[in-house]
Nanobody
Framework: EVQLVESGGGLVQAGGSLRLSCAAS????????IGWFRQAPGKEREGVSC????????YYRDSVKGRFSISSDDAKNTVYLQMNKLKPEDTAVYFCVLDPYTYCSGAFDPTPDEFEFWGQGTQVTVSS
């Protein structure tokens, strides 16, 4: 079993920045994909960014490219999402996700069913 605990959400004005953190614990895997989904009120969950441990392949949703950056600290079993130039449309609950069999390709949007392990989520609210 894997536990994912997110932190770093909050309220920020448009144009501001936040950094989300996700600490992973429990079972460890040699290969895995880890990243972030988000869900806004009344909308479906959508992939934001993820990375694959085997080769570092990284995915970013088109709407966040150039503004968000995913990184990891393997020593701390933590993955980060640096979010800059935030927009009101970025407002959502952000979930950390991990799966030992998924590969994050930059060519395709990941789907929720590709990830087995989910955190509880952290709220990000961007005011205009």
């Amino acid at each position: 079993e894997v536990q994912l605990v997110e932190s770093g959400g909050g309220l920020v004005q448009a144009g501001g920045s936040l950094r989300l953190s996700c600490a992973a614990s429990g079972n460890t895997f040699s290969d895995y994909a880890i990243g972030w989904f988000r869900q806004a009120p009344g909308k479906e969950r959508e992939g934001v960014s993820c990375t694959t441990s085997t080769d570092g392949t990284t995915y970013y949703r088109d709407s966040v490219k150039g503004r968000f950056s995913i990184s990891s600290d393997d020593a701390k079993n933590t993955v980060y999402l640096q979010m800059n130039k935030l927009k009101p449309e970025d407002t959502a609950v952000y979930f950390c996700v991990l799966d030992p069999y998924t590969y994050c390709s930059g060519a395709f949007d990941p789907t929720p069913d590709e990830f087995e392990f989910w955190g509880q989520g952290t709220q990000v609210t961007v005011s205009s």
